[in-house]
Structure formats: structure tokens, C-alpha cells
């Protein structure tokens, strides 16, 4: 959850052009804006993903292809129940994300678009700033005009 100082600061300056000002320069109304963060179509990573979910979603074949010390690796980060947490380094590493560097080496795999479709989801303007599942509020907008 952003400060008020801090959604002040993103109204205030609208680098990605969302719109939060009037013509005039004046806010927009407070629900008006909170409709603006919580709209669009924004790639956004999750925090973390299920383990079984990577799991299922490698192919025998691609599993195969991978040098033993980064099976090693996806053995490592997979291993007993729960969630592995979605930092820039296991999504390049697990997605071959930013200009590679991943630990697919055959391009023709299809292990890294799979996992990358459970790291991405389509989300508002707000989470692709401050995380999955953050709503911003005509409260919160209220208390960033006054921070």
C-alpha cells in the first residue's frame, strides 16, 4: 500500500500519462481517480507462484536439456509444498526474460513461456506500481490531496 505522499506524488506527476489532472491541472474527483488506478491492462509479476504449478509446468524434454547443475538448481528452488517467491533474478532465470541469460539453453523449449504465463497476469495501474491485489480507494486519493 503506497503513502498518501507517495499517490500524491504519482497524481502529481503522471509520468505514464494515465490522466489523473483536468485540463486546468486541478484533480480529477477522488473516485474518478481511484477509477483510473484500479483500470487498464497492465503486465504485472506476481510476488510468487505455487511450486507445483513450475513444476507442471516443464516439459520432460526441456528438464532433459538442462545441464546438471541448473537441474540441481530447479530441483533446489521446487523442492517440498508451498510458494517460491518472484524476484527479477528466478523470472530471467526461469523465463529467459532480459535478454537471456536463462537456464533454457534450446530455444525451442516451451518450458519458459509456460512458466512465464503463471509469473504475468494482466492487472491494474495500481498493481503494476505497488503489487498483485492493491486497490486504491477515493479515501486513499482524499488523503493524498491533503498529504
Wanted: glycine content about 10%.
Amino acid at each position: 500500500m503506497p503513502t498518501a505522499a507517495q499517490l500524491k506524488a504519482v497524481i502529481e506527476n503522471d509520468t505514464d500519462a494515465i490522466g489523473f489532472k483536468n485540463p486546468d491541472d486541478s484533480w480529477k474527483g477522488d473516485q474518478e481517480i481511484a477509477d483510473l488506478f484500479n483500470g487498464g491492462a497492465y503486465t504485472v509479476d506476481r510476488a510468487e507462484i505455487e511450486k507445483k504449478d513450475l513444476i507442471s509446468s516443464v516439459i520432460y524434454d526441456d528438464y532433459n536439456g538442462l545441464v546438471a547443475d541448473e537441474q540441481e538448481w530447479l530441483r533446489w528452488i521446487t523442492a517440498g509444498d508451498g510458494m517460491v517467491k518472484v524476484s527479477a533474478d528466478i523470472k530471467q532465470k526461469l523465463t529467459n526474460t532480459a535478454n537471456g541469460g536463462g537456464i533454457w539453453l534450446n530455444a525451442d523449449t516451451t518450458s519458459p513461456a509456460a512458466i512465464l504465463a503463471l509469473i504475468e497476469f494482466q492487472g491494474s495501474y495500481a498493481e503494476s506500481l505497488w503489487g498483485e491485489g492493491e486497490i486504491i480507494s477515493a479515501g486513499d486519493v482524499g488523503r493524498a490531496a491533503n498529504a
